[in-house]
């Protein structure tokens, strides 16, 4: 992950997505389709409680008679949920106590991926729990967090080993009849992280999921719990990768982050599943439903930077409950081709002197939809409560799209609201005045979407900075003229 | 180092410039000079290879090389230097990032590798104290809320740095206050040597006070009408440029 600046020139050379390849490794995959059945011989192969079964049953009930929602700004054809299989699990089963026994074909897939686990031990400092597919393959400095109390596994480990915590958390910010998506999830999840912070425990390392959808049919519904005990702190990391494939894949997170009193978290995603290949055929939809709660004093802080997908329907949000919480929300989001995007946020001030801060980055070049939605809400009981909003927007070329839907429910009248919104187009001056110095067109327009995407980007840890920098330019990669 | 032949460009349909002969040998400066709409901003971006200028006939030489295939990049990567009447912003790019992104650009286009950072670091502080630069300004976005001076002053930091073989001065003493007109200039003088030339396009005289030029030229309707020295520009400033219109 920590690219050397020679490294990152190799890397801007490759034109395909670069993360386009096929591991063949042995895995044992559900038929496809879903019903009753298909949801206990989940949580059966996962070895699960009873009252986990009964918990998926009760929220595939509830998606069964939900619609698909429509709401969004965005167009595609949509799954046929009877065509996916909802498990797919490399075929070792045993959870892995060391990297000798990990599938040696599944270690190079990692280091395809650029996250070596022998090197992320050595330099990065960063924990690390990798999903493949459907299943949890290996988790870094387990023994080190430990010592702290930090519990950081996998959610079905989580399940087993620590159910009074799953039991009291799961489910609790985002309800499994939430919405269409977060229901299926609810029912068919396969695998995800966990993570609980104990009291007053300030987490020493990054910790870092990478999500990873291999097998061809499949659906990946990943679930994460995150939970951050009074006055703890926790910086955690998620990176998405797919590889290219001429169907669309279906992916339905949930992520579900609870900031106890004086706690802290810090949520930042690097998102780059495969977007479709340049005429908009293929491509990860990514339906996904990120939560957070914050009680007295806390603070819940999402960083994200999106290039993938072909279909992106995402707000991370955050409830302010506590009485001076606040909540933060940082985004890039970049399209290209044809990949559609309606992302943003919702900030619900339920708590007194609450405050929330927005700061959106659209870019679209090609043929591309970006779209900005964002809810700022206001209880009556939120007396102080401030918002502050800016949502700027930069297009390339004559064919894409922005728009920016804000939504501003105030019922508290101390609230204090700012939104602010720009959209800019990048200039072929700007391009000439870069050209003259030397700098080809292409990296003159990494140069201006990093300036134009910098306050997010300062955001982001250092080293996933770096890495999302280059992704911004990969991604817009054959977009000039 | 520069010979322009016979050149004739255009742009949106438009014929600008006229059949221009130059010649500028390294180690001189050359004053362009012309009423407005005479060709002298054309003339500086059709050097650059700005897309948008159609060159319909005659030839650019660099050090022997034509510069009709090559892009804009890759002229700036065989020496050739605009500093902009109107220099752009780029906002969340920073000077240091730029001028760093530039320097590498020109590196790798020669197979050098990236400049080490403590090299550039060095770099950056003898050219920004030459222009007199203050160091809180070079972590700003590039040209982005600058006055007319710092902007001015910004590009000539970038000519330092580059260390162009040919650089042209677009107009650069437009905006400038008389101070800032010194530094600039004297930034200027300190660069010139006998291995490069420097093209100086201006509409008055003043910026030649500081900046002296070998030759200077008098362009007007896309064509040199006259050529002199130092003195060709004082006589512009007493008369006028209406009796060149007249010659022409």
Redo the contacts between chains.
Sequence with gaps: MAYT??EL?KELETKEYEYGFYTDIDSETFPVGLNEEVVRRISQKKKEPEWMTQWRLKAFEAWKNMEEPEWANVQYSKPDYQAISYYSAPKKKDQYKTLDEVDPELLKTFDKLGISLDEQKKLAGVAVDIVMDSVSVATTFKDTLAEKGIIFCSISEAIQEYPDLVKKYIGTVIPIQDNYFAALNSAVFSDGSFCYIPKGVRCPMELSTYFRINQAGTGQFERTLVIADESSYVSYLEGCTAPSRDENQLHAAVVELVALDNAEIKYSTVQNWFPGDKNGKGGVYNFVTKRGICHRNSKISWTQVETGSAVTWKYPSCILKGDNSIGEFYSIALTNNYQQADTGTKMVHLGKNTKSTIISKGISAGKSQNSYRGLVQVHPRATNARNFSQCDSLLMGNQCGAHTFPYIEVKNKTAQIEHEATTSKI?E??I??????????E?AIA??V??????VLNKLPMEFAVEAQKLLEISLEGSVG | MLTIENLNAKVEGKQILNGIDLDVKAGEVHAIMGPNGSGKSTLSSVI????DYEVNQGTMLLEGEDLAEL???E???KGI??S?QY???????SVT??IK???N??R??KGLE?MAANEMLKKIREKSSLLEIDSRFLSR??NEGFSGGEKKRNEIF?MAM?EPKLAILDETDSGLDIDALKIVANGVNKLRSNDNAIIVITHYQRLLEYIIPDFVHVLFDGKIVKSGTKDLAIELEEKGYDWIKEMA
């Design positions: 600046e020679e020139k200039g001056d700007q000439f005045y870069c050209n003259q110095r030397g700098i080809d067109p990296k140069l201006v990093n300036g134009f995407s910098k306050e | 650059a290879g700005h897309q892009s804009p990049e002229r700036a990567h230097f605009l902009f220099p752009i912003e780029i906002p969340g790019v990032n730029f992104t530039a320097i650009a020109s790798k286009a990236d976005s590039l970038q580059l």
